[in-house]
């Protein structure tokens, strides 16, 4: 492998990687040679996702934990530090998604996806820069975006809301942190063929609305953001920070 992209040596912690989007980076990760820290809720997934990667010869371990709750992650970083274990790069994937109009929308669930798809990437990402900092070792941070970084849709004011902050946030950390060799970075993906998206999927109206809008005329496949990862996990992004750089089949560039 090109040492550009070769992780070997590094860890990496990806937050909802137990299924979806997230379990694609961690394969993506662990191939390219990192050892890789799962994060989800249930033990069932995460059997799996583990007796998966492992299968393969890759490295791999995971935490439940709720990657809104402050005292829980600084929990596993405590219990890594006592390890030994250092945390190189973290990809802040864990996101859930809630869809009702604003006028209906209530008080609590607007603050769930806030918390799940934000707030959490602010805890994480500054648990994991603090002892990037601490060691002198700098590090990767790639928050996750969306489309909705960009652009809104109706029923979805949370989730855009959510994933609008990201970007910023990525923003935010990169002005902070590029100091001490931390490059934070932000993947957008588009529309992904994933377990969140199925009932999209299904929706034949929606769908025909997807493959009709983008010009590449489909939905994208989880794998296809593997490459966006390593880049920017690895050396060869080490002069890039502050970005957000979206997979989308070109959705975008056509609004």
């Known amino acids: 492998m090109n040492t ?32 890789v820290i799962l994060n989800g809720t249930r033990q069932e997934h995460m059997d799996k996702a583990l007796c998966h990667l492992q299968a393969k010869g890759a490295q791999a371990r995971g935490f439940l934990f709720d990657v809104a709750q402050e005292a829980q992650i600084e929990q596993v970083f405590n219990q890594l530090d006592a390890e030994g274990v250092h945390v190189d790069i973290v990809i802040n994937n864990a996101g859930i998604q809630f869809r ?24 994480v990402g500054r648990a994991a820069a603090r002892r990037m900092v601490a060691r002198n070792s700098g590090g990767k941070i790639i928050n996750i975006g969306s489309l909705t970084s960009e652009a809104a849709r109706a029923t979805v004011a949370p989730y855009t809301a959510a994933k609008g ?9 990169a002005a902070e942190w590029a100091q001490y060799n931390i490059q934070t970075n932000g993947i957008g993906p588009g529309y992904i063929l994933t377990d969140m998206n199925e009932a999209l999927v299904n929706d034949q109206a929606f769908n025909a609305w997807v493959c009709n809008s983008n010009p590449s005329g489909r939905w994208g496949h989880p794998e296809e953001l593997i490459g966006t990862a390593i880049y920017l996990a690895s050396n060869a992004s080490a002069y890039v920070n502050g970005q957000m750089i979206y997979v989308d089949g070109g959705w975008l560039a056509t609004l």
């Open 100 to 123: 009702k109009p604003m006028l209906e929308l209530a008080l609590s669930d607007w603050q769930r996806v806030i918390d799940t798809n934000l707030t959490s990437a602010f805890l």
């Open 165 to 173: 902050g990201i970007k910023l946030l990525t923003k935010s950390m």
């Open 4 to 35: 550009l992209f070769n992780l070997s040596g590094k860890t990496a912690l990806i937050t909802g990687s137990t299924r979806g989007l997230g379990f694609a980076y961690a394969a993506g990760l662990a191939e390219a040679g990192a050892s």
